[in-house]
Nanobody, 130 residues
């Protein structure tokens, strides 16, 4: 069965960096589109960035550009989210999700993520604080 497991969260100081991991099982990440989401307390879940399962094409939301980098390691069946210049506003539970779609451009999938991404991991907590 398809499963996603997030890890790498924790406590980080403002301005610091973290790398989150999303490990897939029951599928290979190069056959699925993967997206990173976050949900802060009292707020709705929002998409951060996405990566295509076809060729690894990346898409970012405007708020993530330049501060977040999504990448994929097919050998480890893992998608990463490298975060830098973190602020307390980044405090949230971070999730990854998958979509077995190969035709829709990743930019469109990432613009309307709830239409496409439906299989979720359990989340990993990121807290940005001194």
């Amino acid at each position: 069965q398809l499963q996603l497991v997030e890890s790498g969260g924790g406590l980080v100081q403002p301005g610091g960096s973290l790398r989150l991991s999303c490990v897939g099982s029951g599928f290979t990440v190069d056959n699925y589109a993967i997206a990173w989401f976050r949900q802060a307390p009292g707020k709705e879940r929002e998409v951060i960035s996405c990566i295509s399962g076809r060729d690894g094409t990346k898409a970012y939301r405007n708020s993530a550009q330049g501060r977040f980098t999504i990448s994929r390691d097919n050998a480890k069946n893992t998608v990463y989210l490298q975060m830098s210049s973190l602020t307390p506003e980044a405090t949230a539970v971070y999730f990854c999700a998958s979509a077995h779609l190969r035709i829709t451009p990743i930019e469109a999938m990432c613009h309307f993520p709830k239409v496409f991404f439906a299989s979720w991991g359990q989340g990993t907590q990121v807290t940005v604080s001194s």
